[in-house]
């Protein structure tokens, strides 16, 4: 179109929700496995097209060892397929990588390994019609990776996929991607409504991230501490909350790098993020900020109004799945509210995650600004 080649392709990924750990489809075939079924779909490409096979387990000497079904109007659950204009020039006359020939190999609940293709194996040129090899369970169990063989099973087993509940929200591993996540974060402190929240937090077993003040932590050590102890990201929020964007570079090194010494000082812990007050930003913030700057998408308007009844709604109505929301635990009706707020957004199925969880996956360079994770602006997209 308008002189722009156009190629679609197929991948399919498959992630474990307890390590967080994602595999391609190419994962599912031991390194001999992934060799051994090339020919295996050569050969079902150039065999007339017919009726997907019967499943090898309940009539394995009338299965064929492999059969071609054009892709379906609806693509298959695990595989879809999509058309790729017959116009496009083949971009290399060399077979189509393994890695790319198995993009989307998926085990049906039949036990077949199914492969859509786009593409031909042998030299990479674009079909005329996407199709989906469907290869027996007896001509590919043999070639199959212990994770491929783990993946079978359960999808014989039939059981649909039960996403895990919001619960456990310290846990380790969180996949932001395919969960909904939401991060809760605190400026301003430590302070001793800090130690109040905290109380709160670990009743609900939900863990935060804390941008605090220099000169807080300086006065709370012992708070500060606490936060670090009790599993919480801890993040620099400058030493007296200025804004950097009116300093000269020595003033602005002064606020984050003395923060954050005072900060692990206190606490034993090196802030991990930078959150300039008021948001407020540039080219020599970013210069000298050291880690990265992470600033929020939802604003609870906490210190606004001083109300639980007004920055909870606040926050219901804006929130979506990626929101970094921005509250103070400097004030006593924000903590006041905290309890609510994690029930009303653990019922909508929210996980409540840290900040480092929220971008695990995502590159955060040092100086660049996040707001959020997601595909709207001016989140950060994951996979």
């Not at 929700?17 to 391609?24: E, I, N, P, R, Y």
């Not at 984050?256 to 000082?265: D, E, F, K, L, M």
Request: proline content about 10%; glycine content about 6%; overall charge negative.
């Amino acid at each position: 179109s308008g002189g722009n080649e156009t190629q679609d392709s197929v991948r399919t990924e498959f992630t474990d929700l307890s390590t967080g750990a994602v595999q391609g489809g190419q994962a599912l075939l031991s390194e001999q496995g992934q060799e051994a079924v090339r020919p295996l779909i050569e050969d079902a490409l150039k065999e007339p097209a017919e009726a997907p096979s019967q499943p090898a387990a309940t009539a394995p000497s009338t299965t064929p060892p492999s059969t071609v079904e054009p892709a379906a109007p609806e693509p298959l659950p695990t595989a879809p397929a999509t058309s790729v204009p017959s116009t496009v020039e083949p971009v290399t006359a060399e077979p189509l990588p393994t890695d790319a020939l198995l993009a989307g190999a998926a085990l049906n609940r039949d036990g077949e390994l199914v492969v859509p293709l786009t593409n031909n194996p042998a030299d990479a040129t674009p079909l005329d019609t996407p199709v989906n090899v469907h290869l027996s369970a007896v001509a590919t169990v043999p070639l199959l990776s212990e994770f491929g063989r783990r993946v079978r099973l359960l999808a014989l087993d039939r059981v649909p996929l039960r996403p895990p509940a919001p619960a456990a929200l310290g846990q380790e591993h969180v996949n932001c991607d395919l969960v909904p996540c939401v991060a809760l974060t605190y400026d301003d402190g430590p302070t001793p409504e800090t130690t109040r929240l905290l109380d709160i937090l670990a009743t609900r077993s939900v863990h935060a991230t804390f941008f605090q003040q220099g000169i807080n932590a300086a006065s709370y050590p012992d708070i500060a501490a606490a936060v670090a102890a009790a599993g919480h990201s801890i993040a620099n929020h400058t030493m007296h909350h200025p804004y950097l964007t009116k300093l000269s570079a020595d003033g602005v090194a002064a606020e984050i790098q003395g923060s954050a010494a005072t900060i692990q000082q206190a606490s034993g812990v090196h802030p991990v993020f930078l959150r300039p007050p008021y948001g407020a930003s540039n080219r020599l913030v970013q210069k000298l900020a050291g880690v990265p700057i992470v600033n929020w998408s939802v604003d609870s308007l906490d210190w606004l109004s001083r109300d639980e009844n007004a920055f909870i709604p606040n926050v219901l109505e804006l929130v979506k799945p990626g929101t970094i929301v921005l509250m103070h635990d400097i004030h006593a009706s924000t903590v006041d509210g905290q309890d609510q707020l994690i029930t009303e957004l653990q019922d909508r199925g929210y996980h409540l995650v840290t900040v480092p969880q929220l971008f695990r996956g995502i590159d955060m360079a040092n100086g660049s600004s996040f707001f959020c994770r997601g595909t709207a602006y001016p989140c950060t997209p994951g996979r």
